[in-house]
Nanobody, 123 residues
Framework: QVQLVESGGGLVQAGGSLRLSCAAS????????SAWFRQAPGKEREFVAF????????EYASSVAGRFTISRDNGKNTQYLQMNNLRPEDTAVYYC????????????????WGPGIQVTVSS
């Protein structure tokens, strides 16, 4: 099983940018599809973005499409989430997720999860 740790969160003003990183250790990260999820206070965890093992296929939630970009560097065992034009409603704990099957990763089932990192966007 791969182990995941997020970094790069923090406080930013609306309209600003942040880049989250997710460092993977353990089994070969390049074997895994991966994704970002987030959970705002009082809400359920929701899908943000997905990327396949090679980085050749991506998918985004409609709420972040055009503002967020998911990417990965298998040589560094790291995936990224570039977040631009941030809005107060993007405030949440962001989680890195990885697994071996598209369906499970896309829907946040099983696999490996990072501990999460706070992103706060002020208005």
């Amino acid at each position: 099983q791969v182990q995941l740790v997020e970094s790069g969160g923090g406080l930013v003003q609306a309209g600003g940018s942040l880049r989250l990183s997710c460092a993977a250790s353990g089994r070969a990260f390049m074997s895994y599809a991966s994704a970002w999820f987030r959970q705002a206070p009082g809400k359920e965890r929701e899908f943000v973005a997905f990327i396949n093992w090679s980085g050749g296929s991506t998918e985004y939630a409609s709420s972040v499409a055009g503002r967020f970009t998911i990417s990965r560097d298998n040589g560094k065992n790291t995936q990224y989430l570039q977040m631009n034009n941030l809005r107060p409603e993007d405030t949440a704990v962001y989680y890195c997720h990885a697994g071996l099957a598209y369906s499970s990763v896309r829907h946040g089932v099983g696999g490996a999860w990072g501990p999460g990192i706070q992103v706060t966007v002020s208005s």
